[in-house]
C-alpha cells in the first residue's frame, strides 16, 4: 500500500505517517500539488491520496485528470470543518478523516482503498487444486494467465501469487485492458516523455515502470489492441520498453500475470490476438472453475461476505440460516463470486431476526434463486412471446439498445459480466454506452448503484 499524504495537515503530518506506517504503507510526502504530481509522474505512484483540505481539492482532480491519472483520495481536515469536508467530498474525494487523526479510522480506509480485504476463501476440492498449482509457481518468475469466467475471482488469485512470490514486498501493479481507450493505454503501460502528444505536458513514468520490482497485472489482456501486443511482447521478451517519445529503449524487472474471461485460443484463430504473445503469456495457466462447479465454496464464500458486509455497515453480524444455505447452493450463479457478493450484501441489509433467513436471499426483481425449471422454463416461454411481440415495428438499433440496457441493468451495472452474457467485448459495450450516453439515454451505474447520464 502506497500512501502519497499532500500539505501539513494542520501540524498532524507525523502523527498521521506514523500511523499509516504502523499499518504497512509506504509514506510519501509532498507539500503542494505540483509536488504531487511530480511524485505520481516518477513512477513511485500511490494507491491512495491523503490531502489537506487547506489544499484545492478541485484544482488536484482536475489536473489529475488532465493528465489521466486515476488514484483514489481522501480529504483530511480539522474536527469541527464540516463545510470543508462537504467541499472536499463534492471536489472529488473519496471519505473526510477529521483531525487529529484516529488510528482506527486510517486503518479502516486505508483497508478499503487498498482493497486488502480481498482473501482467498475456498473449501472446494476443485479451488483447492489451483490454489495448491499457484502455491507451487508463486517463488518462481514465470509468466502466468489466469483464465476463467467474469467474477471468479482471477485478480484475487494474481494478488496472491504476488504476496506469496519473491517480489511480495515490490508493487503488484494492476492495469485493467478494457477499461483503458486505445489511444491512452500505450501511454499508461510504457509512459511518456514531455511533449510526445497533446497533454504531455511533463514526463510521466508507465506501469512498467512503476511495477519495477514487482508485479504487472494485465487484467482482460485480450481486449488489448493487436498493434499494442507487439509492443507488449517485445517488453515481455526483451525486458525493455519504449516510452512514448522517447530516445532509449528503459530496462524493467517484472513479473507478467494476465487475466481473460474469453478464449484466447479462438482469438488466436479469428486474428484478434497474437500466436506468440499467447505463448509468452501462458507459461502457467490457472483456470479458475465457475462457482457452480465448486458448490462447497458457496456456503464458505457466502459466510465471509455475511461477516464482511455486516461490519462495513455496523450491523449485528447473522449467521446463514440453514434453509438460506440451501437455496443459495440450488443457484447456478452465473455472475459467478462477484454475483454472490451482491446478493450477501443485499441480504445482510435486509435481514431482520437472529439470521439471515431465506426471504433476504432475493434477485433485485424479488425473484428467489430457487426457481425449479418448470417455473423457469414457463417464465422464458411467457417472455419470448412477449418479446417477439414486442419487436415488430421497431429498429434493430432500438431493440439492440433495449438489450445492451437491459443485460446490464440486469448485471447490476457490472461492465465485465454483461458484455459476457451479450457475447460481445467489454470495448465495443463502453462505445455502445457512450453512444447512448450522447443521446440522452441514461445508462446503469456500475456496481448496482444509482442509474446516471453517462457522457
Known sequence: MRLLIIGILKGQLTAATKIAM?????VTHAVTIDQALAVLRSGKGADLLMVDVVIDIRELVTRLEAEH???????????NDARAAVAAIRAGAKEYIPLPPDPEMIAAVLSAVADDARELVYRDEAMAQVVKLAQQIAPSDASVLVTGESGTGKEVIARYLHSRSNRSKAPFICVNCAAIPDALLESELFGHEKGAFTGAIARRIGKFEEANGGTLLLDEVSEMEVRLQAKLLRAIQ??????VGGSRPVPVDIRIIATSNRNLAEAVRDGSFREDLLFRLNVVNLKIPPLRDRPADIVEIAQ????????ANGVPVRPLSADAKKQLQLSRWPGNVRELENTIHRAVLLATGDEIGVDAILSPDGVRLDQTKPQAVT????????????????????VERDLILETLKHCLGNRTHAANILGISIRTLRNKLNEYAADGVTIPAPHGGDARMAG
Do not use: Q
Not at 486515476?70 to 480539522?78: F, I, K, Q, S
Open 238 to 243: 526483451e525486458r525493455v520498453i519504449d516510452r
Open 304 to 311: 465471509h461476505f455475511a461477516r464482511l458486509y455486516a461490519e
Open 379 to 398: 417464465h422464458a416461454a411467457m417472455a419470448a412471446e412477449a418479446v417477439t411481440r414486442a419487436l415488430v415495428g421497431r429498429t434493430v438499433a432500438a
Open 69 to 79: 491519472i486515476h488514484v483514489p483520495l481522501v480529504a483530511c481536515g480539522v474536527e
Open 22 to 26: 504502523d499499518k504497512g504503507a509506504a
